[in-house]
C-alpha cells in the first residue's frame, strides 16, 4: 500500500508548496532536495529528484527525472541507511577517502 492510499493530507506535487530547495550539481546529473508542505501546511516532506541530462539524436537536450518522496516518519532512518552505505564504501572500498570526480566542461 502505498501512503497516498491511507493519509489524506498526501498530495504529490499537486496541492504541495515548495519551502526549500537545495539543487547539487554533479556533472551531468542535478540533485535537488526539495522541503514541500502538504496542501494544509500542517505537515512536510523531502522530495529527492535526480535529473539527468541526456542529449537527443537531433542534438538537442532532455532531462531523465526520478524522483523519490520521504516522509517525516522516514528521515531518522533513511539518513542511517544512507550513512551506513557512505560510510561502508569508504573504509570498505577506498581506505577511507572517497575519490573525487574530475568534471569535463561537457558535464555541464
Given at each position: ?13 499537486g496541492g504541495s508548496e515548495d519551502v526549500y530547495s537545495k ?86
Amino acid at each position: 500500500m502505498y501512503r497516498e492510499d491511507y493519509d489524506r493530507n498526501f498530495v504529490p506535487e499537486g496541492g504541495s508548496e515548495d519551502v526549500y530547495s537545495k539543487p547539487v550539481r554533479a556533472g551531468k546529473r542535478t540533485y535537488f532536495f526539495d522541503v514541500k508542505s502538504t496542501r494544509g501546511n500542517d505537515d512536510f516532506y523531502i522530495t529527492i529528484t535526480e535529473s539527468k541530462r541526456k542529449q537527443e539524436r537531433d542534438g538537442s537536450f532532455s532531462y531523465d527525472k526520478h524522483k523519490i518522496f520521504l516522509y517525516k516518519e522516514d528521515f531518522e532512518k533513511f539518513a542511517e541507511g544512507l550513512q551506513d552505505a557512505v560510510n561502508y564504501i569508504k573504509d570498505k572500498c577506498f581506505d577511507g577517502v572517497i575519490p573525487q570526480r574530475e568534471y569535463k566542461e561537457e558535464d555541464f
